[in-house]
């Protein structure tokens, strides 16, 4: 069984989260969707704008038919990674530079592969966040 990891945020929770998943699942068997710890991102962002809690949104991906498991991280990097028992690391194409590379050659080494998804055209939390301000 090849498990397959992804890491996020997923707040505001969209199409592009789930066809993510989707894509995901081409990959591997079992799909480990990795939610960033709400307190963690508050206590680097505090103006950050979190609609819903860690928990909230770790019980939406959970009942995705797509999802295997859902855990919690603070940060993406190879202190997480090593904690995690899975084969397949999947970014988004916009993941690079930084930590980004660092957690790719550290995959890299430890035998684990990296693939890269496209993102849905059109959508973006972001965007969502930003129409939601407009009211």
Known sequence: MNKILTFGVYDYFHIGHLRLFEQCKKYGDYLIVAVQNG???LKFKPDANVL????????????????DEVI????VGVEALEKIDFDILALGEDHVGGRFDVVTK?????????????RTQGICSSDIKKQLSKG
């Open 39 to 41: 307190d963690y991102i």
């Open 52 to 67: 819903y809690s860690t928990e909230e949104r770790v019980e939406i991906i959970r009942a995705l038919r797509v999802v």
């Open 72 to 75: 919690v991280y603070d940060t």
């Open 106 to 118: 550290w995959c890299e080494e430890h035998g684990k592969k990296v693939v890269r998804l496209k």
